[in-house]
């Protein structure tokens, strides 16, 4: 199969299970804002949060190290699987204890500190479960991905909305999650027979240090990034109380739908691009570089001016009226996207040619500025700061690495490849707001998106080879 094939291929399988996962886990949230209020949502929100900020631990950066080398040669998953595995394991406990220690220091209620013990054992199995995940990612078979995605979101789905609709709370529903996750740790280690890898745990002290020592740039970002993603939610819990987070998170989880987008491109272009620097292919990589930045407008530049439109009628129709003040943070958050689109292709592109350090340093600056902002936006103006922050950071790191691109003496041409996308969502926009009050939400956006697919293809956005390549 040629690898314009493959791509695609791969994008489909992951985009599909992404699609499908992240529509049965959004409907979950909207069951518990709808049926719990938003002070529920808010403690919900934290837990996650919570317990989130110290999955830099589950990781320390092999997994790059493990996908980069059987990338490389797969002959190398049998070499590395074991040693891989076991460290693995070892993070992921630490990343477990870690917030049920912390939490007993924060002065929460108990109710509070006992969800963030089952979101800590949660998030285990669901990180532990990507040590066989990432063998399918580095021997491009998604499908096996795509299964243990779907499975393990179909049966937190019908086991959550029972609980849920129930009454039992959020203490039931998140037993559920544990149940679900640990679910996907065993399919997951079930589909490695398929690429005749076998688990195991193997003890290799001196291997240990070796895949720790490479990949601590790469770690080191993913600390800047954790933080950056979750700070907010537990820094307006703190000051504004559980209600503010509610209403911040009731948009930044529908944020959270669209931001999958642009990590379903790179987790099928990263191996590709780390192929195709292996082969010293210069050509090649930016080649399949642009292809990616021309994804993320295509799609991001639509998604932001759309939202932006209709977010009153998003809001009012997933949440009902009780979370009004989540219009204008969606309003806010979406513009963030955007750059986040651009800027987590352009940073992964570093760490396929081996070069994380740079993706290190941009995510640090930004880290860095985000909580600068936070810090003095959230006790001002609440979770409208944390939102205006968070683009603020967005744009920088989007900024940043694009420069970095261009000084690696890749160049792009971003320009063109935008301005026909955001003269066609520019169009939509405006179909969009002068329907907003006359047609109800699942009519406006088909149109809206027939629409901006229409003027697209009219002012020629889209070339030939580009379908004929996706066929």
Known sequence: MSLKKTIVRNISLVAFSEVLSSILSYV??????????????????????????????????????????????????????GQYASLKLVFCILTMIAPMVAILFTGQEK??????????????????SYVARNTYYAYQQMKYEAGVRIMERIIAFGLGVTVLLQGHGLFAFLVVLVLSNFFSVVLSIYFLRKLAV????????????????????????????????QVDTVMISFIQGHEATGI?????????????????????????????????????????????????????????VGITAIAGNVISLVYGTGFSGAVLVLQILVWATAFLFLGNMAGWFFNSIGK??????????????????????IPKFSYLGAAVATVSTAFLNCVLLLWAIKKEGYSLTLFHLSVKPLFASLVMGVVAIALRDVLHVF??????????VAVLIMVKGIRREDIEGMA
């Open 28 to 81: 979950l949230i909207v069951l518990v804002a709808r049926l719990l209020g938003p002070e529920e949502l808010g403690i919900y929100s934290f837990t996650f949060a919570f317990a989130g900020i110290f999955t830099f631990l589950y990781d320390f950066g092999i997994s790059y190290f493990y996908i980069t080398k059987v990338s490389q040669d797969r002959a190398n998953a049998r070499k590395y699987f």
């Open 111 to 128: 109710g509070v500190m006992l969800l963030v013990f089952l979101a800590a054992v949660s998030l285990f199995f669901q990180n532990y």
């Open 198 to 229: 076998p688990f195991s745990l193997v003890v290799n002290v001196p291997t240990w240090k070796m895949m720790v020592r490479t990949s601590w740039p790469l770690w080191l970002s993913t600390v800047f990034l954790t933080v950056y993603f």
């Open 248 to 304: 911040y998170n009731a948009a930044y989880k529908l944020i959270n739908v669209f931001s999958k987008i642009p990590w379903i491109i790179i987790l099928v272009l990263f191996p590709v691009m780390a192929e195709a620097h292996a082969k010293m292919s210069k050509e090649l990589l930016r080649g399949i570089l642009e292809k990616g930045i021309q994804i993320m407008v295509l799609v991001g530049i639509p998604l932001v």
């Open 356 to 377: 994380p350090k740079v993706f290190t340093w941009v995510t640090g600056v930004c880290l860095s500025l985000n909580l600068a902002l936070n810090l003095v936006l």
């Open 443 to 452: 009519l406006l956006v088909p149109i809206a998106m027939t629409v901006y």
